[in-house]
């Protein structure tokens, strides 16, 4: 038995060498101008199922030094889904999306619409409920506190302090609550058809809208056989046909 467990830990650590090998060839590859042979090493560590920000990002930096529009903005946003803070990620997706043809505008927003998705976005799902966890317990020690307490001053602080956590544990329930559904309807995909037709029906027949070329960020609202529908920046919206984008 000892000796099986070492060989598992044995292969565990080989695992990992191994990749941290790849990953140092991959970068050896790149800082010497050789790009091609640096993204088929770092695509072979994602096929072994291992995913971090640094690797999405040299794989998107080497897919830009060749000009690769759309593989370069989808390993960008793929970086900026598991490191959201970092800002060398978002300037390198900025330049990428430079390249682009198509100049997507954005519906304008109110003030208030504006300031609540950003406290929204604040925190996590997870975050928010921890939050309204915390407020329950301090809600309900609170109110015992209060209850069993004398002397008319104290428990009116306690009063005041068990309803101000109730109310914050009723508006972060909601906060999270939304951004449950804000992550769960968020499906974005990466146009990387050179050009791909927009049509108004998840057909062949139906009839062009518009068009969209590679590197394009979409909404995926809705999929139908071969075809997804999807939303833009702007508000429009259309069907496209399943290969010519790519799911983050």
């Not at 994602?46 to 903005?73: C, D, G, R, T």
Request: glycine share 4%; charged share 20%; with cysteine.
């Amino acid at each position: 038995m000892r000796n099986i467990l070492y060989i598992l830990v044995f292969l565990c650590s080989s695992s990992v060498i191994g990749q941290a090998d790849f990953f140092k060839k991959g970068n050896d590859f790149y800082n010497a101008g050789n790009y091609e042979t640096a993204i088929t090493t770092y695509m072979h560590i994602l096929k072994s199922n291992k995913h971090s920000a640094e690797l999405y990002f040299n794989l998107a930096n080497a897919h830009y030094k060749l000009n690769h529009i759309a593989p370069s903005v989808f390993y960008y946003e793929k970086a900026l889904q598991l490191n959201p803070k970092d800002q060398d990620i978002k300037n390198n997706l900025l330049f990428s999306k430079n390249m682009t043809i198509d100049a997507i505008g954005v519906l304008p927003e109110t003030g208030f619409s504006r300031m609540t998705k950003k406290v929204i976005h604040a925190l996590s799902f997870d975050g928010w409920a921890t939050f309204a966890v915390v407020c329950s317990i301090v809600f309900v020690v609170l109110f015992l506190i209060y209850y069993f307490v004398e002397g008319s001053l104290l428990k009116r602080v306690l009063f005041i302090g068990s309803s101000v956590s109730f109310l914050l544990m009723f508006i972060t329930l909601i906060f999270a609550f939304n951004k449950y559904s804000i992550d769960k309807n968020n499906k974005p995909a990466i146009v990387f058809a050179k050009e791909a037709e927009i049509k108004n029906e998840p057909n062949k027949r139906g009839n062009v809208v518009f068009k969209l070329h590679e590197g394009v960020k979409v909404q995926v609202l809705d999929s139908i056989k071969n075809w997804h529908k999807i939303k833009l920046t702007d508000g429009k919206q259309g069907w496209i046909s399943t290969k010519a984008i790519k799911r983050l």
